[in-house]
């Protein structure tokens, strides 16, 4: 296998696994956990499912280590391309898994606080959920950031179809912009959430092919080797 071939499908299994614990953890686990009317609902919710509580945090956990390393080989794969757009794709990345980072505390203390209640257990359980959530929140910002330069590195590349790269640069704009909107029109979530969908669906077309093809079959061929010149002997 092509080492560059190698490099994309390790980055699209990091990747993957970013979507497998992400996904989880924040439309599964969480909502079945947090009622956002009701910190004693919230509450008596962390004491009755505890291991799912916990097993939230360890997803919240593998998000982070797998983003962290999405973002190093994403560097890796795309350097030779455009060493400016890796960069920012690595350091928006390690942004993004420092927010998931974060949030995980804040979910494991929560746990830790249903657990061993301080103070008023269920106003507090429910800050740090709440908090969590905002993280969430205003880290759409950078999750939209790190597609726009991966984006702009597979058009770069010609590795990767045209349009997943345009999808991904529209799509990582639209998902900064959902983040304003998110808190300067409270009533207007309808239109911030499906900003979100382009940038979803050139993320899983971005995991497929990393995973599937890696890279385009031309792009691995090599120039001919160099014939030698043959070294002239004295006579």
């Known amino acids: 296998m092509h080492a560059l071939t190698r490099t994309a499908r390790v980055t699209g299994l990091f990747y993957l696994g970013n979507v497998i614990t992400a ?3 924040l439309l599964i686990v969480r909502p079945q956990l947090f009622a956002a009317d009701d910190p004693n609902a919230t509450l008596a919710n962390l004491v009755t499912h505890e291991s799912l ?3 939230g945090v360890a997803l919240a956990l593998g998000m982070v280590v797998t983003q962290t390393l999405a973002a190093a080989w994403f560097y890796r794969l795309f350097r030779t391309v455009d060493s400016f757009a890796a960069s920012g794709i690595a350091a928006f990345g390690l942004v993004s898994a420092i927010v998931g980072l974060v949030s995980a505390a804040m ?3 929560a746990v830790e606080v249903s657990v061993d209640p301080v103070g008023d257990a269920a106003a507090n359980v429910q800050v740090l ?5 905002d993280l969430w929140g205003v880290g759409a910002l950078f999750f939209g950031l790190w597609l726009i330069p991966m984006g702009w590195c597979v058009l ?21 912009l959902s983040a304003f909107i998110r808190y300067l029109a409270p009533d207007a979530q309808v239109v911030a959430e499906a900003l979100t969908y382009p940038a979803s669906v050139g993320e899983l077309w971005m995991v497929g092919y ?10 691995l061929d090599e120039a001919p080797p160099t014939v030698p010149t043959p070294t002239r002997v004295a006579s």
């Open 23 to 25: 996904v989880p953890g």
């Open 53 to 55: 509580a916990r097993a």
């Open 107 to 109: 979910l494991a203390t």
């Open 129 to 133: 959920y709440l908090v969590s959530d």
């Open 156 to 176: 770069r590349s010609g590795w990767m179809p045209h349009v997943l790269g345009w999808i991904l640069v529209g799509g990582g704009v639209a998902y900064v």
């Open 210 to 219: 990393l995973l599937v093809r890696g890279v385009r079959r031309q792009a």
